[in-house]
């Protein structure tokens, strides 16, 4: 019951703060973009920061796409293909994915 | 009957046309990754753009403005232009990964070297635009994107747990699961979100409906179209998490590439739901395309009140023109010797998200403003929703590139 009150509460505000909002002060406007900026970049410095060796981080998410992909690979050669189209499909879709394979390892 | 053909095409196009590359990567690595557990973002996604929608072509219907022409008018010079060139810039990476996935798919059908398909892709997009009115581009590719329902038919031959799914639309974020599984959780969430958010939808529609003409008597029209056509168009969406879930995650496929989407339909309808589900995407994804270019030439002529628009002849609109071909060449560079296409969608979803507080914020004040829209402004539900869905593009607009970086977009789990 109270947490029906409370999203009915906040709704009403919304409403409310709603019927206001029309016309925003040009300060206002420049707050809100650098504020937003400012917390975006903020952000993601401390993301960076909460990954010490970034480098090492997108090594490691190479491997790890390099690992889903030969999965689906794998996936895509157990596949029984019924027609001649869908043969064709699979084969140029494990090409796709080995030629990927190939970019990430050299990058790596 | 004409209204009503005209209704029916403008639903049939919004449905056909909702889902593009973004969407496609992101919707099918949900499912693969989360199974179920993400379709409640997709509705919340739906909700919001409906929401928008339906304020950005009132809006235009009513005062004969678009979003970009507002925008100089309600966020002013300075702040307005930070909002067109983040726009612009990110419309352009999301039409570089639209052509290069036109390239991939037509990899697939011609098996052609790849930078042959994205040549092909941009001389078709380039012709097709400069000759096509505006009303055919729109319901072409949006109608034409509709043999994507053969996702909709997998979904009833899988093997799906409906109880399951059915739970899957209850928003719940993970707990006791290791911290980099919930970052990256949290950053399909917010992939997701944007994918369905996306700017240049709103840019594109806002133009079309000034493009087509509307005035008050489409009011309805335009909610209509926004209601059901965008619901359906969602429909789509869902049911590629839901076969990703069913048919590609058991067997260890988290769709990469997107060909490997495509599977979702071939698995169970074998050639024929591979043709058709590549057609669809294929459609989808040039229609995505064409909406972009486009969008990016509206926003900049709107915003410094140059002529604009399709129905216009190039010599009465040479910078429109001149925008529109040279971001779809530009596009299809970046295609060729930028990143990886798929690579290059997920980088346009997430940085969208940093377009998508000051595209909101002045759809709102407009269709909030008294003086402007008179008894056609927004009435309290839609003040509501609309407080509502800009709080949450806000928190999607901070949180993306974050999570983006720490999960190495979408890598670490």
Redesign the interface.
């Known amino acids: 019951m109270s947490l029906q009150k409370s999203l009915l509460t906040a709704f009403s505000s919304l409403k409310a703060y709603g019927r206001l909002m029309h016309e925003l002060s040009s300060r206002t406007l420049w707050s809100f973009t650098i504020a937003l900026a400012a917390s975006v970049f903020a952000l993601s410095l401390v993301a960076i920061k909460y990954l010490p060796d970034l480098a090492e981080s997108q090594k490691r998410g190479k491997q790890e796409a390099i690992s889903s992909l030969e999965n689906e690979s794998h996936a895509l050669e157990g596949l029984e293909a019924r027609d001649v189209l869908t043969e064709r499909f699979l084969s140029a879709e494990i090409n796709a994915i080995r030629e990927e394979i190939s970019s990430l390892s050299k990058e790596l | 009957m004409s209204s009503f053909f005209e209704l029916t095409l403008g639903i049939i196009s919004a449905t056909g046309g909702f889902v593009d590359v973004g969407e496609l990567i992101f919707t099918a690595q949900a499912g693969a990754q989360f199974v179920y557990s993400l379709i409640w973002v997709v509705v919340l996604g739906t909700i919001g753009i409906i929401v928008y929608g339906e304020m950005a072509g009132r809006v235009a219907a009513v005062t004969k403005e678009a979003v970009f022409t507002t925008a100089r008018n309600?966020?002013?010079n300075?702040?307005g232009l930070?909002g067109l060139l983040t726009s612009f810039l990110i419309t352009v990476i999301v039409c570089a990964a639209e052509v290069g996935g036109i390239g991939?798919i037509l990899?697939?059908f011609l098996?052609w070297p790849y930078w042959a398909c994205v040549v092909i892709a941009v001389l078709f997009l380039l012709t097709i635009t400069w000759i096509m009115p505006f009303s055919w581009i729109e319901k072409t590719f949006g109608t034409l994107g509709l043999f994507m329902l053969i996702f909709l038919a997998a979904v009833f031959v899988a093997d799906v747990d409906w109880g399951a799914a059915a739970y899957g639309l209850i928003p719940t974020i993970p707990i006791g699961v290791p911290l980099p599984k919930l970052l990256l959780y949290l950053y399909f969430v917010f992939g997701i979100f944007i994918s369905v958010m996306m700017p240049y939808e709103l840019f594109f529609y806002s133009s079309g409906a000034i493009e087509e003409k509307w005035g008050i008597k489409d009011l309805m029209t335009n909610r209509l179209v926004t209601a059901i056509g965008f619901s359906l168009g969602s429909l789509l969406a869902i049911a590629i998490v839901i076969n990703a879930a069913v048919l590609l995650g058991p067997?260890?496929?988290?769709?990469?590439?997107l060909?490997?989407t495509?599977?979702e339909a071939?698995?169970p309808f074998?050639?024929w739901g591979?043709?058709l589900g590549l057609f669809g995407m294929l459609f989808a994804i040039t229609g995505a395309a064409i909406e972009t270019c486009l969008s990016s030439a509206y926003i900049v002529c709107q915003f410094f009140g140059l002529p604009w628009g399709k129905e216009k002849k190039a010599k009465d609109a040479p910078i429109f023109y001149l925008i529109w071909t040279g971001v779809l060449s530009f596009a299809a560079l970046l295609a060729l010797f930028g990143p990886?296409p798929m690579q290059m969608a997920e980088y346009g979803v997430i940085f969208s998200g940093?377009a998508l507080?000051?595209t909101y914020?002045t759809t709102?004040?407009a269709a909030?403003?008294?003086k402007l829209m008179g008894k056609h402004?927004?009435g309290?539900?839609?003040?509501?929703f609309?407080?509502?869905f800009l709080i949450l593009v806000?928190i999607a607009?901070?949180?993306a590139?974050?999570?983006m970086?720490?999960?190495?977009?979408g890598?670490?789990?």
């Open positions: 309600k966020l002013g300075e702040v930070i991939l990899e697939l098996a067997q260890g496929i988290s769709p990469q590439l060909g490997s495509a599977l071939a698995i074998g050639k591979l043709i990886e940093l507080p000051l914020l709102f004040l909030n403003d008294r402004a927004n309290r539900l839609s003040n509501a609309g407080i509502l806000i607009a901070v949180a590139v974050p999570l970086i720490l999960t190495s977009l890598q670490i789990s």
